[in-house]
């Protein structure tokens, strides 16, 4: 399948072209309506003016967009809801582990929790023995935000 890309390097250099996925479809040429689930490491675009395929790491991307066409619109407004809310400075999540444990509990609303290999989580339960949890991102099977929290509980000082 062909998809449609505008690729942003980090050195602000932009690759207009077309990223193929092999999904099983009759016109392997066909435009794609869909975008994938995932991307790999490292993927092949094929220049949109018919240069040969570049391989682009994902690590040297700022952004992979997946578009309907190149044109763009140079006067879009882009849609954003919530600049004037405050951000609030605590996720409710839920989260399941490997061996299908379900835990909720409170977590950093911070670019922390997509860069580090682990994060912090503050249980629900200010009673519980548990003060605070790192989890291992590698253990967990899922991860949902479920809402948003103003201030974390004060952990009650068990004596």
């Not at 980090?10 to 995932?38: C, F, L, Q």
Request: aromatic share 10%; glycine share 6%; net charge negative.
């Amino acid at each position: 399948m062909q998809h449609t890309v505008v690729v942003h390097l980090n050195d602000s250099s932009v690759i207009h072209g077309y990223y193929r996925t092999k999904e099983s479809v009759a016109d392997p040429g066909a435009i794609s309506n869909t975008v994938p689930a995932d991307l790999p490491p490292s993927m092949a675009i094929e220049p949109a003016d018919g240069g040969p395929a570049i391989t682009i790491n994902l690590q040297d991307a700022k952004a992979v967009f997946f578009v309907r066409s190149f044109a763009g619109s140079p006067t879009q407004q882009d849609v954003r809801f919530f600049d004037s809310l405050s951000i609030h400075p605590y996720l409710w999540v839920r989260m399941t582990f490997q061996d299908g444990e379900v835990m909720e509990g409170r977590v950093s609303n911070g670019i922390d929790l997509l860069t580090e290999n682990a994060f912090r989580l503050f249980p629900v339960d200010e009673f519980t023995n548990n003060r605070c949890l790192f989890v291992p991102k590698q253990s967990l099977r899922s991860f949902q935000i479920i809402g948003l929290l103003e201030e974390q509980v004060q952990q009650r000082e068990v004596a």
